[in-house]
């Protein structure tokens, strides 16, 4: 189950653990009757009410700001590497040509041997190499950062939310990223026959890069730590 093992009791912080085949209750008031939260959940209506907060959160003002950051610096961050790959490329050429003609120079002045012979050779093989790896790359020109940024996300937002939803292979590789994003989800118990209140723990901005395609770390502690979050859900 997507959320199975992350779910906690808001009244004794027990766990939520399954009870038949499709609901959610404290273990604790259970078992052994020491908690008073008598509340239990469907595992389908969980689902969707935590999913519906995720969705509602990343569409957030602030969330779309931060996405917004997040797609201008890794594009700078690209803009800038391709170009410092070509610079190296091309500052490694003009050593290497220059070197060569020294050689050559060095030769016509009357000094052959087999030995110089075989490093220009091996000068000129690295210098061809590059030649062919400039001849590849793309070229220079900046990488435009698009106007409709604010439409791409949300598009990608309910593009998580349909892939979370699927029953196909996406599902089962995003499934664990989604998880390891989220620290708990609190259930309360509420007034009113079987009423609940959820709460949702986590590094919710990180779901930004899950939204975009990206991997998220499990192991990343730091980045999980900086931007962890509760998220009331409704």
Not at 21 to 38: A, I, L, Y
Not at 125 to 137: A, D, G, H, V, Y
């Amino acid at each position: 189950r997507l959320l199975s093992g992350l779910i906690r009791c808001g009244t004794c912080e027990g766990s939520f653990t399954v009870i038949g085949e499709d609901r959610f209750g404290c273990s604790t008031h259970r078992e052994t009757g020491q908690c008073t939260n008598n509340r239990t959940i469907s595992a389908a209506i969980l689902e969707n009410r935590v999913l519906a907060g995720i969705k509602n959160r990343l569409l957030a003002p602030d969330m779309l700001q931060e996405f917004t950051k997040q797609i201008k610096s890794e594009i700078r961050n690209l803009n800038h590497d391709r170009g410092a790959h070509r610079a190296a490329l091309l500052s490694e050429k003009v050593a290497l040509t220059k070197k060569i003609e020294q050689l050559v120079k060095v030769i016509e002045d009357g000094l052959f041997t087999p030995e110089l012979k075989a490093r220009i050779e091996k000068l000129d093989e690295r210098r061809q190499k590059i030649e062919f790896e400039l001849s590849s790359l793309p070229e220079p020109s900046q990488i435009m950062i698009f106007p409709n940024l604010p439409d791409v996300y949300r598009k990608q937002v309910e593009n998580l939310s349909a892939t979370l939803n699927a029953d196909d292979t996406s599902r089962h590789e995003a499934i664990p990223i989604l998880r390891s994003l989220i620290d708990k989800i609190v259930v309360h118990k509420r007034p009113g026959r079987g009423n609940v209140g959820l709460e949702l723990f986590g590094s919710l901005s990180r779901l930004i890069g899950l939204a975009g395609g990206k991997n998220a770390s499990e192991n990343d502690e730091i980045g999980r730590a900086s931007c962890r979050e509760r998220v009331e859900i409704s």
